[in-house]
């Protein structure tokens, strides 16, 4: 089974660094599919604390090659702090460790001033986007108007496209978004060609490795950022991301056939975390959301923003079951929730008092969801030093099977904790690309 993706399953934040980090052993290939740097994903391996936006999970791994498929944006100074900070580490990422798709769009300091504006101007109906200009990158890939790593390698062509989207990105800036901030078309022209030839060893025709790879039966490993319920299509829009983080699109961006596939892993918290707007049925606004994000640790790995805790809602894991087709599960966090009396599980949704079996497409419907409970009796046992489920404390086996049965998918492991030896992986097809 050598093609798996492994995609977040809630809002984003579920830990699957820590899991791709843990799985990738035996590795040939990660490949991230989409999203930018506004993705966090912390590895602590031994004791030693990771923080990655851009470069897959996989880079740890001394074997394991690492990709960026087309679907991701780039923002190269981002890529390149980010690069000298694993360095930094004695972790190098040399063209032989790490390649990019020549297809990737650029964020340039344009998109983030545009998303930071746009942002301020929303007053209270933030979206809650991290200012990194992801999204207005992505406008300018779907308007056919935005510069893709690749075209950095003419610079006839590449100064006429500096100076058509400076020149728009000015006027917008100012006339629309009311602005002060106007950008140099020389500026970035002169950027655009260092980058250019810094990044050029890594440029990687990223569709035949990944099929190249497929086809002598290595294994590859795809790794999503954000969270299934922040897809743009499928997410709780408009307070999505603007990317899809679907399963299906690891083969959109990859230049791959859905063919190719053998399995799918979501990642999800045993709780429920969310940053910025938009609904969130199971949050606790009480006195234990706080006590979930103070023991979870939640907030953002790129903002630093609280994140908004609540319960593990079966009814949107559900839905992220059946939209990435979710072979197995793993429950990440599982530590947090040592010390609760009881634990809660959000198992079905009221709109206006009739009851509904998914969240709705309307925004306008979304935001009156009222969650229906169960409980389960909690455990105070410390599980931090378990290795196996069995020495689990027996309410805490039963909750991660209550949840199986909820949500209609195996779990196929848990964590808990976040050093990489504190995951535990009982499913016989995830384990082979952990052998230890």
């Given at each position: 089974?050598?093609?798996?993706?492994?995609?977040?399953?809630?809002?984003?934040?579920?830990?699957?660094?820590?899991?791709v980090?843990?799985?990738?052993?035996?590795?040939?290939?990660?490949v991230?599919?989409?999203?930018?740097?506004?993705?966090?994903?912390?590895?602590?391996?031994?004791?030693?604390?990771?923080?990655?936006?851009?470069?897959?999970?996989?880079?740890?791994?001394?074997?394991?090659?690492c990709?960026?498929?087309?679907?991701?944006?780039?923002?190269?100074?981002?890529?390149?702090?980010?690069?000298?900070?694993?360095?930094?580490?004695?972790?190098?990422?040399?063209?032989?460790?790490?390649?990019?798709?020549?297809?990737v769009?650029?964020?340039?300091?344009?998109?983030?001033?545009?998303?930071?504006?746009?942002?301020?101007?929303?007053a209270?109906?933030?979206?809650?986007?991290?200012?990194?200009?992801?999204?207005?990158?992505?406008?300018?890939?779907?308007?056919?108007?935005?510069?893709?790593?690749?075209?950095?390698?003419?610079?006839?062509?590449?100064?006429?496209?500096?100076?058509?989207?400076?020149?728009?990105?000015?006027?917008?800036?100012?006339?629309?978004?009311?602005?002060?901030?106007?950008?140099?078309?020389?500026?970035?022209?002169?950027?655009?060609?260092?980058?250019?030839?810094?990044?050029?060893?890594?440029?990687?025709?990223?569709?035949?490795?990944?099929?190249?790879?497929?086809?002598?039966?290595?294994?590859?490993?795809?790794?999503?950022?954000?969270?299934?319920?922040?897809?743009?299509?499928?997410?709780?829009?408009?307070?999505?991301?603007?990317?899809?983080?679907?399963?299906?699109?690891?083969?959109?961006?990859?230049?791959?056939?859905?063919?190719?596939?053998?399995?799918?892993?979501?990642?999800?918290?045993?709780?429920?975390?969310?940053?910025?707007g938009?609904?969130?049925?199971?949050?606790?606004?009480?006195?234990?959301?706080?006590?979930?994000?103070?023991?979870?640790?939640?907030?953002?790995?790129?903002?630093?923003?609280?994140?908004?805790?609540?319960?593990?809602?079966?009814?949107?894991?559900?839905?992220?079951?059946?939209?990435?087709?979710?072979?197995?599960?793993?429950?990440?966090?599982?530590?947090?929730?040592?010390?609760?009396?009881?634990?809660?599980?959000?198992?079905?949704?009221?709109?206006?008092?009739?009851?509904?079996?998914?969240?709705?497409?309307s925004?306008?419907?979304?935001?009156?969801?009222?969650?229906?409970?169960?409980?389960?009796?909690?455990?105070s046992?410390?599980?931090?030093?378990?290795?196996?489920?069995?020495?689990?404390?027996?309410?805490?086996?039963?909750?991660i099977?209550?949840?199986?049965?909820?949500?209609?998918?195996?779990?196929?492991?848990?964590?808990?904790?976040?050093?990489?030896?504190?995951?535990?992986?009982?499913?016989?097809?995830?384990?082979?690309?952990?052998?230890?």
């Amino acid at each position: 089974m050598p093609v798996v993706i492994v995609v977040g399953v809630q809002w984003g934040d579920e830990g699957k660094g820590k899991i791709v980090d843990y799985l990738t052993e035996r590795a040939n290939l990660v490949v991230r599919f989409q999203g930018g740097n506004n993705a966090g994903h912390t590895l602590v391996v031994e004791g030693q604390k990771t923080a990655l936006q851009l470069i897959p999970s996989g880079i740890l791994r001394s074997n394991t090659r690492c990709l960026l498929a087309s679907g991701v944006v780039v923002n190269p100074t981002a890529l390149l702090e980010e690069i000298q900070r694993l360095a930094d580490i004695n972790v190098a990422v040399t063209p032989e460790r790490f390649g990019i798709s020549g297809e990737v769009q650029l964020i340039l300091p344009y998109h983030v001033a545009i998303d930071k504006a746009r942002e301020a101007a929303r007053a209270d109906s933030k979206i809650g986007t991290t200012g990194r200009g992801i999204g207005p990158a992505y406008e300018d890939a779907v308007s056919r108007s935005g510069i893709r790593l690749s075209d950095l390698f003419n610079r006839d062509n590449l100064k006429e496209l500096v100076r058509v989207n400076v020149a728009a990105k000015n006027a917008y800036l100012q006339s629309v978004l009311g602005s002060d901030e106007a950008f140099s078309a020389d500026e970035i022209f002169a950027y655009l060609c260092d980058i250019g030839e810094t990044l050029k060893p890594f440029v990687s025709n990223v569709s035949v490795e990944v099929n190249e790879a497929v086809k002598r039966d290595a294994i590859v490993m795809f790794e999503g950022a954000q969270g299934c319920l922040l897809d743009i299509n499928h997410g709780t829009y408009p307070y999505v991301t603007s990317s899809n983080t679907v399963a299906g699109y690891a083969c959109v961006s990859a230049g791959m056939g859905p063919k190719q596939v053998d399995y799918v892993v979501g990642i999800c918290k045993a709780y429920c975390t969310r940053v910025g707007g938009g609904p969130f049925p199971t949050e606790d606004h009480g006195d234990e959301g706080s006590l979930l994000r103070d023991r979870g640790g939640e907030y953002g790995t790129v903002t630093g923003r609280p994140r908004r805790c609540g319960w593990f809602d079966a009814v949107a894991v559900r839905r992220a079951v059946r939209l990435n087709g979710i072979d197995s599960i793993i429950l990440t966090k599982m530590d947090v929730l040592s010390g609760f009396d009881h634990v809660k599980v959000g198992t079905s949704y009221d709109l206006d008092g009739e009851a509904i079996e998914d969240i709705p497409p309307s925004s306008l419907n979304t935001g009156r969801i009222k969650a229906n409970y169960t409980e389960f009796p909690g455990w105070s046992e410390d599980i931090t030093g378990v290795r196996t489920f069995e020495e689990l404390p027996k309410t805490a086996q039963d909750f991660i099977k209550s949840v199986e049965e909820l949500v209609g998918c195996r779990v196929g492991g848990f964590s808990i904790g976040p050093d990489r030896e504190q995951t535990i992986i009982l499913d016989e097809n995830v384990k082979q690309f952990a052998v230890r």
